[in-house]
């Protein structure tokens, strides 16, 4: 299990939301770019971009944020945020990034979906469920839809998905720790795909746990952290400690 470190983009800066709620921002003085460079240096294996604009609008607002980061660095990223069609895919691959993951656009269009695998490879397309109490959120988190966060996979991975992102969007922002008990039932729900975690590190017991979850739930390949390394709660040279 490796930890990827999230950066959140709105207006080009970086930040973090509260439960995916736009009006509980934290802003950080330091550019995306230089906190991209920041945590490759400190041996970052993979970066974790959003574009928070383009999740809320409907289609990528900072792929020129996005592009400087991706050309900067060595290691590869991947981006969420806005990408509603196979233009919005084909324009946020030419920035450099190693895959997509698409959220609201792949509840809402699965022939996007099947589109992208097809074009583009299943490695180069992720599917990201945010889920609050086992039901998909959308639109930046803004609605809470009907669909079940577990037959929704279901539907993706008959479409040739090899890779999820499952964040439980009740803990995301909220340091008190990851929903355990959620993330092993989607990953038993999907054992032939790898799946990230995502949602309320807070500490350095959130990043044991998980891998000790992670031992049992083979699949499991990686869990992004934001929030926990942008407040200082946690040292990433100490998470790394621990997954390796």
Request: aromatic fraction near 6%; charge should be negative.
């Amino acid at each position: 299990m490796i930890v990827i470190p999230a950066i959140d983009i709105i207006d080009g800066k970086c930040v973090r939301l509260f439960q995916g709620d736009y009006t509980k921002k934290s802003e950080y003085a330091v550019e995306p770019l230089e906190v991209a460079k920041s945590w490759e240096a400190m041996g970052a294996e993979y970066i974790h971009l959003v574009d928070l604009d383009g999740a809320r609008k409907g289609f990528p607002c900072n792929i020129k944020s996005i592009s400087e980061i991706v050309k900067n660095i060595k290691i590869p990223a991947e981006i969420g945020g806005g990408i509603r069609s196979v233009d919005d895919f084909k324009s946020a691959m030419a920035t450099g990034v190693d895959r997509i993951i698409l959220g609201t656009a792949a509840i809402e269009n699965r022939k996007l979906v099947s589109d992208a695998v097809t074009i583009f490879g299943a490695e180069k397309v992720v599917v990201g469920i945010d889920a609050k109490d086992g039901f998909v959120a959308v639109r930046g988190w803004v609605e809470v839809s009907n669909v079940s966060a577990l037959d929704l996979a279901q539907d993706f991975i008959k479409l040739g998905v090899l890779r999820f992102i499952y964040t439980d969007i009740a803990r995301d922002g909220s340091l008190t720790g990851p929903n355990l008990v959620r993330i092993k039932e989607f990953s038993d729900a999907v054992p032939a795909c790898k799946v990230i975690a995502s949602g309320g590190v807070g500490n350095l017991k959130d990043i044991d746990d998980l891998k000790a979850l992670s031992h049992v739930n083979t699949n499991i390949e990686g869990v992004i952290v934001g929030k926990s390394l942008y407040d200082k709660k946690i040292d990433f040279a100490d998470i790394l400690k621990i997954l390796r």
